[in-house]
């Protein structure tokens, strides 16, 4: 479904503020969640200005931070979308990464959607985070299989399970505390 679970938001959260990055792109948007997350913890005092009694909100064009988006779903956009991605690519992700500039942002983020490719094409799928990302590549999967089939969204399917080892030779060396999920970094 187009949110993840919420006992992992800590962990991200802290990573992502850790690694202050100033380019994003958040693989598999949903609903935005992490990308309204990341904009207001990361971009807070770019986002008002404030002078004595008067607030005002500041253009996006003033706003610091490059955070955009993959999102295979149009239907999941929504008008958080509009006012927290700089740019957001409708389509599959496997069609989109390709492209996309090298070493083109400063931290990608595949937040439960690995688990949405067959293996072979979850491979792909990392090697293109890893050919993007000029820093670091933040992945989340569910450490059990959960199934689960969405006719109306095809792209919803769980169609693999990843394993911590398979992660971990995979060049994901850091692996973030977490029960329902393998949170694992580059």
């Known amino acids: 479904m187009p949110f993840s679970q919420s006992t992992q938001l800590s962990s991200i959260m802290g990573f992502i ?35 004595g009694s008067e607030a005002t909100q500041r253009p996006k064009s003033e706003w610091i931070i490059q955070i955009d988006g993959i999102e295979a779903c149009s239907v ?29 942002y400063e931290l990608v983020l595949a937040i439960d959607i690995l688990e949405h490719f067959e293996k072979s094409e979850g491979f792909i799928f990392l090697e293109q985070l890893k050919r993007i990302s000029r820093g670091e590549i933040l992945v989340s999967t569910p450490k059990t299989f959960i199934h689960q089939e969405v006719e109306a969204n095809p792209y919803e399917n769980h169609r693999s399970l990843w394993t911590k080892e398979e992660l971990l030779e995979l060049g994901f060396h850091h692996i973030l505390e977490n029960a329902d999920s393998w949170i694992v970094t580059s």
């Open 76 to 104: 999941y956009v929504t008008p958080v979308h509009d006012y927290v991605y700089n740019q957001l690519f409708i389509g599959n992700a496997l069609e989109v990464l390709p492209t996309l500039p090298e070493h083109s």
């Open 17 to 51: 503020e850790g690694c202050n990055p100033s380019s994003i792109l958040d693989v598999g948007t949903g609903m935005g969640q992490y990308g309204f997350l990341t904009r207001t913890n990361l971009e807070h005092i770019h986002l008002f200005d404030v002078n």
